[in-house]
C-alpha cells in the first residue's frame, strides 16, 4: 500500500561522495545548497479504513530544512507550523509531471515522516489526495510501479 523514492528527482548518484552532498533515508543536501526532506502524500483507500502513501521527496528552504534538523528528535516537533516545499519525485503514473507541484510539510511525532500536503489543484495526485481512490486504482499504481512501461498515466 505504499511506494517510495530513494532519493530526489535531482539526486546524481555521483554526489554520494562529495562532501557537501548527503542522503539519508529521511534528508537530503546537495552541494550544501539544495536541501530535502522525505515525506508521505497520503491518499486514503475509498470504501476501506486503508490509506495508499507515496514516499516522496521535498525541497525546503534552507532556513526551513534547518529548523526541522533542529527539531528532528525534539519531543512535540508535530506543533511546528507546516513548512512550504517543492514536490521533487517524479511519480512515474501522473501526467503531467508531479515534480515543482507545490506542498506544505506537516511535521508529525518523532519517528514518524512528515504529512506531504498537496496545493488543492486540479492535477491528478491533488485530486486523489483530496477525493480518495478506488482499491481497482491501488492494483493500477502497483501494476505501473512494479512493470513501468505498462502504461498507468492517467
Given at each position: 500500500m505504499?511506494?517510495?523514492?530513494?532519493a530526489p528527482a535531482v539526486w546524481d548518484p555521483a554526489f554520494a561522495d562529495a562532501d557537501d552532498c548527503l542522503l539519508s533515508s529521511d534528508q537530503c543536501v546537495i552541494h550544501g545548497e539544495h536541501c530535502f526532506v522525505k515525506g508521505l502524500i497520503e491518499i486514503p483507500v475509498i470504501g476501506s479504513d486503508e490509506v495508499f502513501s507515496w514516499g516522496v521527496?521535498?525541497?525546503?528552504s534552507r532556513e526551513n530544512f534547518s529548523r526541522a534538523a533542529d527539531l528532528w528528535n525534539r519531543p512535540g516537533r508535530?506543533?511546528?507550523r507546516p513548512y512550504f516545499g517543492w514536490l521533487t519525485t517524479d511519480l512515474p503514473v501522473y501526467s503531467p509531471t508531479t515534480l515543482n507541484l507545490k506542498t506544505n510539510v506537516h511535521t508529525r511525532p518523532v519517528g514518524e515522516?512528515?504529512?506531504?500536503?498537496?496545493?488543492?489543484?486540479?492535477?491528478p495526485?491533488?485530486?486523489?489526495?483530496?477525493?480518495?481512490?478506488t482499491p481497482a486504482r491501488v492494483r493500477e499504481i502497483a501494476a505501473?510501479?512494479?512493470h513501468p512501461g505498462s502504461g498507468g498515466h492517467r
Open positions: 505504499n511506494y517510495t523514492a530513494e521527496w521535498v525541497s525546503l508535530e506543533d511546528e515522516r512528515p504529512y506531504v500536503e498537496l496545493e488543492p489543484t486540479d492535477h495526485l491533488a485530486v486523489e489526495q483530496r477525493t480518495g481512490i505501473a510501479v512494479l
